[in-house]
Structures are given as structure tokens and as C-alpha cells.
DNA sequence: CGTTTGCATTACGTGAACGTCATCTCCGTG
DNA sequence: CACGGAGATGACGTTCACGTAATGCAAACG
């Protein structure tokens, strides 16, 4: 199985995404899927990458900045220094990330508190209507 | 003092915003400043939401989002069945933030790992550079 | 009393992240 | 060989979340 590749209509199923998407990310250099012809042919790297970059998206990071740490990932054959600077992007990602999950801990913790309050002032609520009625 | 009152220079001072952000974000119905003559004065009720605000977009929430989110938090005089739909969009908001926490969890966890992948190969290029001059 | 200062409104502009439409090109099939 | 379907390429449109004038008003100040 030559299975290594997919087409674009096949990437959108698997992934749930338009091909505008797919190629707008190949234009914006956070995709590099190969050409058979015209055709573009998306690999495991590809796959691998676009699974990241919809997580990025999920936690509210821009593509620049995605496409800044998904050459952490792919690191090739960067030059040393350029290695560095990518390695302390991520560095910086990590930070931001972890600060982050400390603020989403609290604001889940905050939620639910809320949530609490949400129960009882329905509970009276009905009760009130009942008294009421 | 009557401070619990601030003006819409003291809250861009205080939260990092400008007065463009808070004007918009009470044409959407996020804030409701009350009026003295035309000017805009915050309450401390719009400054517990303006919080909320930037820590929702933080996670990467729209206004919109945060805007049904931000009705659970002033309950004030809302009918039984409204709250109920409050209560219920927030609980999925809350599973929603879970999920995000647990996403969130493991791409720390897999950054960190490609952290110390690149550290290793930064290393080795120091040596080979060392090697090879 | 003219002018700066602070805030207001109205309206057009902008960057990010795509959507949508028109048009073109292969490729396989009847 | 006509033709439908998958995919490509511009190019313009759209939504969100504000930015950026242009203009006006009203209190404060020298």
C-alpha cells in the first residue's frame, strides 16, 4: 500500500475541514503537501501537522504562531543558530501554555462554583412558584 | 467615596484596554456602563465581567460565547425557564473547558518531550560544529 | 473667552481566517 | 468524443474584533 498519501477529499473527510482550508494553510506554509501533476498529495507529515494545528486552534493560538512552533516538530536541517531560536520560541509556547492551563484550572473551578449557585436559585425558584401557584 | 464608579480612562488603565475595546464590547452587550450626562461610568459589576471577558478570550472564546457565559454570573431577575437555558448552556461550556484542560495537559506534556528532542539535536550540532571546525 | 482636555458618536478601514464563485484542466467512462 | 466529476487557480466577499480618523460637545483652565 502506497497508502503513505491522500488526496485533499480525503483529508476533509478525515479531518472535517474545507479544501479552502487545506490550501490556504499550504499557502501560509504550515502544510506541504507534494504534487502529482497538479493534484496535491498530503503525507503522514502533512497529517501530522494539521492535527496540530487544529489543536492550536482549539486553545486560541494564531496560525503564525502555530506555524512557529511546527517547526519544532519537523526540525530538518536548520541551521544551528535558527535551531536555537525555534527551540526558544517553544520554550516561550510552553510558558504561555502553562500559564494558561493554570487560568483554565481556576475558571473551571469558578464555573462550577457558579454552577452550584445556578442550582439552588433555580431550586428556589420553583419553589417559589409553587408557593405561588 | 463614591468609587466604586470608574471612568473609561481609569478602566483602560487598569485592565489594558482601549476605549474603543470597552465601547465595543457594550454596543455587544458584554457591559452595560451607566450614564452620567453622555460619559461612560464603570461599575464593579462591569469590572468583574470586563475580567471574565479577557480571560474567556484568553481560552479562545468568541464574544458571543462569552457573552451567553457572562449571563450565568448576574443572574439578577430572569424568568425560571431562561435561567434554565442559562444553567444549561454554562454546563456545556463547562465540558467544553474540561476538554480543553485535557487537550491542553497533553500538548504540554508532548512539547515538553519535543523540548528535550531539541535540546538533544542542538547539543549534537554544537559538537558536530566543534567536530568539524 | 478662547482653547485645551476628555469623552462621545459616526463611519470607514484593517488583518486574520477562511467562504464563495467563475473559470480551467485533466481523467475516466459511456 | 462528449461529458461529468475531482481538483486547481485566481479573485472577490464575509465575519470577527477591533483600529482609526473626523467631528462634536462640555467642563476646565489660563
Given at each position: 500500500m502506497t497508502e503513505d498519501l491522500m488526496t485533499i477529499r480525503e483529508m476533509c473527510e478525515t479531518y472535517d475541514v474545507t479544501p479552502r482550508t487545506l490550501r490556504f494553510y499550504e499557502a501560509k506554509e504550515l502544510l506541504f503537501p507534494i504534487r502529482e501533476g497538479q493534484k496535491r498529495l498530503f503525507t503522514k507529515r502533512d497529517r501530522a501537522r494539521l492535527k496540530l494545528i487544529l489543536r492550536g486552534k482549539r486553545f486560541g493560538f494564531s496560525l503564525e504562531e502555530i506555524r512557529q512552533l511546527l517547526d519544532l516538530y519537523h526540525?530538518?536541517?536548520?541551521q544551528l543558530t535558527q535551531m536555537t531560536r525555534t527551540y526558544e520560541i517553544a520554550r516561550e509556547r510552553l510558558a504561555d501554555m502553562e500559564t494558561r492551563k493554570e487560568e483554565l484550572t481556576q475558571a473551571i473551578d469558578e464555573l462550577k462554583e457558579q454552577l452550584r449557585w445556578g442550582e439552588k436559585v433555580i431550586a428556589s425558584m420553583k419553589h417559589e412558584k409553587k408557593a405561588a401557584g
Open positions: 526540525v530538518g536541517d536548520q
